[in-house]
């Protein structure tokens, strides 16, 4: 079956920096567009996404210039990197697969998501 097994988060400090991995098995992860995702408090946010090579990613004007989505299709992993973290950053942490076409890339709408990895960052 399809899994998606996020990994990497934990309690950082104010101005932190911390690495998310998604592990993916189950479907052709090359066919495939990744995002990722946030929920705190309040309502899911769209962080990244990336298409299915790699070659093009997106981030919404609220998540310019501290967050960096990669991947590696020879491992079946997506991964977020997150700088100066902040208290508001504080959040489970997921990602997503939508199938794709080449180049695109989806902030909404995804059919696969994994279980999160809660990310908390103290003042």
């Known amino acids: 079956q399809v899994q998606l097994v996020e990994s990497g988060g934990r309690l950082v400090q104010t101005g932190g920096s911390l690495t998310l991995s998604c592990a993916v098995s189950?479907?052709?992860?090359?066919?495939?567009?990744m995002g990722w995702f946030r929920q705190g408090k309040g309502k899911r946010e769209f962080i990244a996404g990336i298409d299915r090579s790699g070659s093009n990613t997106f981030y919404p004007d609220s998540m310019k210039g501290r967050f960096t989505i990669s991947r590696d299709n020879a491992k079946n992993t997506v991964t977020l990197q997150i700088q100066s973290l902040k208290p508001e950053d504080t959040a489970v942490y997921s990602c997503a697969a939508k199938l794709a076409p080449p180049t695109v890339i989806y902030s909404q709408g995804y059919e696969y998501w994994g279980q999160g990895t809660q990310v908390t960052v103290s003042s």
């Open positions: 189950g479907l052709p992860f090359d066919n495939y567009a």
